[in-house]
Structure formats: structure tokens, C-alpha cells
């Protein structure tokens, strides 16, 4: 992967990962020197560091600094694998047993050891509808895991498996200490144990987790010494911190942040495009949104344009489809078009008088850019064609746990009855479980109710599609169904990620997903 010259002050382009580094004629008068602490800011709470459990950007950046997968992609282009936990694997011709050879010598954190049990333990944790996981339906075509020796293991799946690889480079695929997760139990998300390049410290809810190194790692050391993670829900304060030096790095930075730091020029800000589309979902189980007509209305009653531009201050991009650049088998459309004329007819036309009722709206603050800001814009659009709504603003870890609240043996999803519609994003770069997650009928993260037989149909086909272009096509044709047909959600635009670093650190790696890797940042010392 290319390193980008730390002089840059804008980063923005999506063939290069958002690397700092520094350039050959630095190098010379420069020299790196290791951290004794690094500390993080962004703009969401951790919600658990059970990577079985956990379903959200801020937790991962803690998780895959304390955790390895059996693989793991091979850079940010995720079109390849490396080995990981696994030394080496194959696969059977149906494409339903997978075998892993697995490394030897390594240990948990806590002392105990890794081996082919621990993997078992963790594939069969994960399917286990008690542990209540929202990941669980991913794992659902895995028929049995079984030990054939201490280091090896065999994935058997009641149907060809060709997205098994992906599967495993999850996050939610990390394999946890078997004896941890005994000894804590439901605490476990409070008490992490992996094999990874960094141990956990402590962790105290809405004030800061800190992580150390693992000198023990079995492969390359992580280089700062300590990293704290701190949740600064105010984009202002992020600035702040970032300024005072009181942060290192500061993430979920506003536009307004980025122009500030750009005109200071006391920090090196990242433009680094992502996976990430912002959108609001909808209650499809009740009306308005029961009805297609009104989703495609209200749709083309958002000039997403004038977001972009204005809300955004040109630091995001109109959506051309449910997929942003950078998402495995996207498919690119005639962006909606903005026609408020047109959306408020249709909506007369179901609805001859008006809609009676009155649009719940709901949105996080600080965990998208500018999500509040966003949604309160969003607001004015539909008012202005005749929609009654009302508006709530909640914290990130309660509006989760409000969204995602438990069904015992079942996992989580359920969405709310509370309100018609919220906002969420996504930055999944996968597409099978950026799909199947949201779109699957009954999948415990299908939060809207979503169901459509021809988009399962489609995602079961290409669950079990060996050939890998038919596969892609299968996604394509859904992306389809829902840009011009049956919109799951309304698209409002695909993110930017506004990233502010100290001028004197090196080696920062932003993934395209949202989640950013820490063990390679090192001061410079001119």
C-alpha cells in the first residue's frame, strides 16, 4: 500500500487507504520514535468488547487492537486473504467443508493456550442462540465445527459456503479465551481476552478504555506503549482536545472542524473516503411506510444535493445506489431525483387529504456527520410536503440498545414501534452481510421488517453461488430491486471520514470501514 506524504493536508483519494507516512526527503532530517501513550478521541461510546456481540465502529476500534481472526484481509481493497490464527486452509469441491491448519505457540492473553478447542469454543459461542448474538444469523449455515487434531479444525456447512473466508475475517469471527469468557460470563464484554498485539487495561463507561502492549505478541509488536480510547460527544470538544494536545488523534470530525484545522494548520487532517452510507430507516410494518409508494415519495422529496453542498459542506457525496465506492459487487444508478411536486402527489394520491398520522423521527448525534443536523433538515423536506412529524435526538448507546432490543433465543432486532423512522449508517464493505443483514425476512438485524421473496430468493442463491461473478451478479440485481422498485430505507448520503492528527505522528492506517489501527503510529522527531 502507498504512504502518503505527511505534509498533505487533504487526503482524498479512494485508491489510497488513509495512511500517514512520511515521504523519502523527511526521512532524512526525521527519525520515528515509539509512544508512551496514545489517546483517541471519537464521537461514540464503546458498547461492549465482546466481538460476538458488539455491532458498532467505536467498540471495534478497541477490539481488533486486542484480537486475532483465523484470516484476515490481505489491505484495504479486501480482495484477498493472509493467514492470521490460521497457518494454512482449504476447501472441499462442493465448497461445504472448510479445513484450517492452525499456528502453534500461541497464547491467550490470560496464559492459556490456542488451539484448535479454543476455535470451536468461539464458532459454536457464537451460534449458540443463548449467548442471544446479532451476528448469530451469519453463522447459521455451519452444520458442525469439529476437532481433528490440537491444531487443526473442520468447518462443515449445510450448503456450499463461498462467503466462509469473509466470514471469518469478521470481527465478530475474533477468537476470545474460552476460560475468560467462563470466568466472566455476561460480564465478558467489560473483560476482553485475545491473542492479539495489545492486552486490555480497563474500561469505565463514558469516560475512557486503555489498552497496553502485549510484549508477548507472536508477531509484530504494536509500537505505542498504552492507547486510551475517549468518547467527546461534542464535535467542538474533539477540536478542542486535538488543539490542546490533550488527543493525539480525533475522529467524526464536522466539516466545520475540518475548515478550522485546515486554516490553524497546527494538525494534518485526513479526508479518507469510506464504505459508509448514512440513511434513514423506516418502519416498514406500519403505515406510511408499509406502502412502497410513499418510501419512493418521500425519497423524491430530499434534495440530497443541497445536503451534500450545504449541510455537509461538500465533505460527502450523493448516493447512486445502496452501495458507496469501495463496496464488494457495487452497482452505480441514476441518483433520485429531487421532486418535491412529485412526492407530494403521490402521497395525495394514497392518502387524499394528507396522511393522518403523525412521522416519528429519531437520530443519534455525533456518531455520523453531522446526524442531527442531517435529520433536522431531513425533517423540513417532508413537513414541506405535507407529512406531520416529530423529532427525538438520543445518546448512541441508548438509541442501540433502543433499536436492538433483546428477543431471548433469538439474537437482537427488533426495531421500534416508538417511531416510523431512524437514522442509522452502515459501512460494511462485504456485500452478503451488508444485504442479508438488512434485508434477509427475519434476520435479527432486518430492524425494519423488511420482506421481500424475490430479495431472498436472491440472497440465498447467491449464498451458495461458488462462481464468483454469477455470485456478484445476484447482489447487483438486489441492489436494483431496492434503488428502483422496493427501497428499504432513504438513502441520504455516502460518508466522508474527517480524521484530525497531530503534524508529528506517523503510521496512522484508516480502513474504509470506519475502524482505524493504531499499532504503527509513532512520533517523528525532526
Same mark, same amino acid.
Given at each position: 500500500?502507498?504512504r502518503v ?6 487526503i482524498r483519494c ?16 526525521a527519525?520515528?520514535?515509539?509512544m508512551?501513550?496514545?489517546t ?6 464503546i458498547?461492549?468488547?465482546d466481538p ?22 490481505d489491505?484495504?481493497?479486501?480482495s484477498n ?6 497457518e494454512?486452509?482449504s476447501r472441499?469441491?462442493?465448497?461445504k467443508?472448510?479445513?484450517f ?5 500461541i497464547?491467550f492473553?490470560d ?5 484448535a478447542?479454543?476455535?470451536?469454543f ?20 455451519i452444520?458442525s465445527?469439529?476437532?481433528?487434531s490440537?491444531?487443526?479444525v ?5 450448503n456450499?459456503?463461498p462467503t466462509?473466508l ?5 470481527e ?23 491473542t ?6 480497563s ?8 489498552i497496553?502492549k ?12 498504552k ?5 467527546v ?5 474533539r477540536?478542542?482536545?486535538l ?8 475522529a ?5 472542524a475540518?475548515?478550522e484545522?485546515k486554516?490553524l494548520?497546527k494538525?494534518?487532517?485526513l ?10 430507516e423506516m418502519?416498514?410494518?406500519?403505515p406510511?411506510f408499509d ?5 419512493r415519495a ?7 444535493q ?7 459542506l ?8 445502496p452501495?458507496?465506492?469501495?463496496t464488494q459487487a457495487r452497482?452505480?444508478?441514476t441518483p433520485?431525483?429531487?421532486d418535491?411536486d412529485?412526492a407530494?402527489? &403521490?402521497?395525495d /394520491?394514497?392518502? $387524499?387529504?394528507?396522511? #393522518? ?6 437520530t443519534?448525534?455525533? *456518531?455520523y ?6 435529520a433536522?433538515?431531513?425533517q423540513g423536506?417532508?413537513n414541506?410536503?405535507g407529512?406531520?412529524?416529530e ?8 438509541y ?9 433465543g ?5 426495531g421500534?414501534?416508538?417511531?416510523n423512522?431512524w ?9 452478503d452481510?451488508?444485504l442479508?443483514r ?7 438485524q ?9 430479495v431472498?430468493?436472491?440472497l440465498?442463491l447467491a449464498?451458495?453461488e461458488?462462481?464468483q461473478k ?7 440485481q438486489?441492489q436494483? &430491486?431496492?434503488? /428502483?422498485q422496493? $427501497?428499504?430505507?432513504? #438513502?441520504?448520503?455516502d460518508?466522508e471520514?474527517?480524521i484530525g492528527? *497531530?503534524?508529528?505522528l506517523?503510521g496512522l492506517?484508516?480502513d474504509?470501514?470506519g475502524t482505524?489501527?493504531?499499532k504503527n503510529?509513532?512520533?517523528?522527531e525532526?
Open positions: 500500500m502507498r506524504n505527511i505534509l498533505a493536508v487533504l479512494f485508491a489510497v487507504p488513509g495512511i500517514i507516512g512520511l515521504s523519502a526527503d523527511l526521512l532524512s532530517v527519525s520515528a520514535k515509539e508512551e501513550q496514545l483517541f478521541v471519537q464521537g461514540s461510546d458498547d461492549t468488547l460476538a456481540i458488539s455491532r458498532s465502529v467505536p467498540s471495534y476500534n478497541v477490539i481488533d487492537h486486542l484480537f486475532n481472526r483465523l484470516i484476515a484481509w489491505g484495504r481493497d479486501r486473504f493472509v493467514a492470521d490464527l490460521a494454512s486452509w472441499s469441491e462442493d465448497g467443508q472448510w479445513t491448519v492452525l499456528r502453534q505457540g497464547k492473553h496464559g492459556t493456550d490456542f488451539n478447542e479454543a476455535v470451536k468461539n464458532l459454536d459461542r457464537i451460534r449458540d442462540p443463548k449467548l442471544g448474538s446479532p451476528h448469530r444469523s451469519y453463522y447459521a449455515d452444520l465445527v469439529d476437532v481433528l490440537p491444531y487443526q473442520r468447518v462443515t456447512t449445510k456450499p459456503s466462509m469473509e466470514l471469518l475475517a469478521k465478530s469471527s475474533s477468537i476470545n479465551s474460552p476460560a475468560a469468557v467462563a470466568k466472566y460470563g455476561r460480564a465478558y464484554g467489560h473483560h476482553p481476552v485475545g492479539g498485539p495489545y492486552i486490555f487495561d474500561w469505565i463507561p463514558n469516560d475512557q478504555a486503555i497496553e502485549n510484549k508477548l505478541f507472536h508477531g509484530v509488536s504494536g509500537k505505542p506503549s492507547i486510551v480510547f475517549r468518547p460527544r461534542e464535535d467542538s470538544s477540536v478542542i482536545e488543539r490542546t494536545k490533550n488527543a493525539d488523534v480525533a467524526n470530525l464536522s466539516p466545520e475540518a475548515i484545522l486554516e494548520n494538525s494534518t487532517l479526508r479518507v473516503p469510506s464504505t459508509f452510507q448514512v440513511f434513514f418502519n416498514l410494518t406500519r406510511p406502502d412502497a409508494r410513499i418510501r418521500v425519497s423524491m422529496a430530499i434534495d440530497r443541497a445536503l451534500v453542498n450545504k449541510v455537509l461538500g465533505y460527502g457525496k450523493v448516493p447512486t445506489g452501495f458507496p465506492e469501495g452497482r452505480a444508478f433520485v431525483k429531487y418535491p412529485a407530494k402527489k &403521490i402521497i /394520491e394514497v392518502y $387524499p387529504g394528507g396522511y #393522518p398520522g403523525t412521522v416519528v423521527m429519531w443519534p448525534a455525533g *456518531r456527520t453531522k446526524d442531527r443536523q442531517v433536522e433538515v431531513v423536506y417532508l414541506a410536503v407529512l406531520k412529524t423529532f427525538k435526538v438520543w445518546e448512541w448507546a441508548t442501540q440498545k433502543s433499536l436492538y432490543r433483546p428477543d431471548p433469538k439474537g437482537t432486532g427488533k421500534t414501534n416508538d417511531a423512522m437514522l442509522l449508517g452502515t459501512g460494511i464493505s462485504d456485500a452481510i451488508r442479508r438488512k434485508l434477509s425476512t427475519g434476520d435479527p432486518n430492524l425494519t421488517g423488511y420482506s421481500n421473496p424475490d431472498d430468493k436472491l440465498q449464498s451458495r461458488l462462481d454469477q455470485r456478484m451478479s445476484y447482489y447487483g438486489i436494483q &430491486i431496492l434503488w /428502483e422496493d $427501497p428499504d430505507n432513504l #438513502p441520504l448520503f460518508q471520514q474527517i492528527v *497531530r503534524k508529528d506517523n492506517d484508516v474504509y470501514e482505524i489501527d493504531f503510529v509513532e512520533l517523528i525532526r
